[in-house]
């Protein structure tokens, strides 16, 4: 099992930044690809972007291509995501997982994740 803790969240006028951090524990870090999924209130938890355990390749959903940037160092255990340009609609819960395999490709399927944090509230004001 890996332990995972979310930090970093807040409030930010739209157009701010934000950078989230997971610090991970438990089994090894560095063996599994990772994600950020988010959960807004009413709506289901829905994939933001995943990292390959070598560090690349990564991959976004498209609302928050260009916007987002996901990243990792493995000699730390831990996970980042950097969140510019924020809108109201990135306004939600947000949490880091890793993949149920080692050494696997990153995915968009939110199946694919386990070990979820206790995520961490982004609040984006208009």
């Known amino acids: 099992q890996v332990q995972l803790a979310e930090s970093g969240g807040g409030l930010v006028q739209a157009g701010g930044s934000l950078r989230l951090s997971c610090a991970a524990s438990?089994?090894?870090?560095?063996?599994?690809?990772m994600a950020w999924l988010r959960q807004a209130p009413g709506k289901e938890r829905e994939f933001v972007a995943a990292?390959?355990?070598?560090?690349?390749?990564?991959i976004y959903r498209e609302s928050v291509q260009g916007r987002f940037t996901i990243s990792r160092d493995n000699a730390n255990n831990t996970l980042y995501l950097q969140m510019n340009s924020l809108k109201p609609e990135d306004t939600a819960v947000y949490y880091c997982?890793?993949?149920?395999?080692?050494?696997?490709?990153?995915?968009?399927?939110?199946?694919?994740?386990?070990?979820w944090g206790q995520g961490t509230q982004v609040t984006v004001s208009s």
């Open positions: 997982a890793a993949d149920r395999m080692p050494m696997g490709v990153p995915r968009r399927a939110t199946d694919s994740y386990v070990n």
């Open positions: 990292i390959s355990w070598r560090g690349v390749p990564t």
């Open positions: 438990g089994r090894t870090f560095s063996r599994y690809s």
